[in-house]
């Protein structure tokens, strides 16, 4: 069976400093990661995702992660944080299930950007 | 264009009552989904609609749990009889097939209190 799993529960960090939201995943097929982030009161929206290609996929808004198929890991890297980026950061793979797709979720690691 | 839509944002009932869930996807969407997402962790898919057609609905507590997406449009999400432990956010998302390859756009998802 597949599994995510996010360390970090809470990540505290100061303003324009960089940040990494690690997610690791379990699976003995080729999977498909994806980050999502869901601010205070609203849903879960997409920030960036894995699919094929290049190992590292980038987001609009600065975010970065990188597929370590070695490693097993799809870490959420930013270099330089903002208040705007506190909320909670979800690392999801999914993988074909009888001819659908279903997502398999972590915990969550919520950021705090500290002034 | 509109997002995905549910009502009501919150809920609070006894244990024993029952309780339903609305959800409007975004139009043109033929997958729709809720999910359940308890306090510390991450969305579990409760079930998966492909327009009127239940494609997975193996983690859906089928003795108190029902849905329905009657015209392939909105949906429905009830529970009858509620218990405690169904306390949690209820999120409903839609994609425009099950392809891993669609985003799937979250609502804001209704909380539960069950008391």
């Known amino acids: 069976a597949q599994s995510v799993t996010q360390l970090d529960s809470q990540v505290p960090v100061f303003e324009e400093a960089p940040v990494e939201l690690r997610c690791n995943y379990s699976s003995s097929v080729s999977v498909y990661l994806f980050w999502y982030v869901q601010y205070p009161n609203q849903g879960l929206q997409l920030l960036l995702k894995y699919l094929s290609g290049s190992t590292l996929v980038e987001s609009i808004n600065g975010f970065e992660a990188e597929f370590n198929k070695s490693q097993t890991s799809f870490h959420l890297r930013k270099p330089s944080v903002h208040i705007s980026d506190t909320a909670e950061y979800f690392c999801?793979?999914?993988?074909?299930?009888?001819?659908?797709?279903?997502?398999?979720f972590g915990t969550g690691t919520r950021l705090k950007v500290l002034a | 264009e509109a997002g995905v839509a549910q009502s009501p944002r919150y809920k609070i009932i006894e244990k024993r009552q029952s309780v339903a869930f609305w959800c409007n996807p975004i139009s043109g969407h033929a997958t729709l989904y809720w999910y359940q997402q308890i306090l510390g962790q991450g969305p579990k898919l409760l079930i998966q609609?492909?327009?009127?057609?239940?494609?997975?609905d193996s983690q859906l507590p089928k003795d108190r749990f029902s849905a329905e997406r009657l015209k392939g449009v909105d949906s429905t999400l009830k529970i009858q009889p509620a218990k405690l432990e169904d306390s949690a956010v209820y999120l409903c998302a839609s994609s425009l097939s099950p392809g891993y390859t669609d985003t799937q756009y979250f609502g804001p998802g209704t909380r539960l209190t069950v008391l």
């Open positions: 609609f492909q327009n009127n057609g239940v494609v997975d």
């Open positions: 999801a793979v999914t993988r074909p299930t009888s001819g659908t797709y279903k997502y398999i």
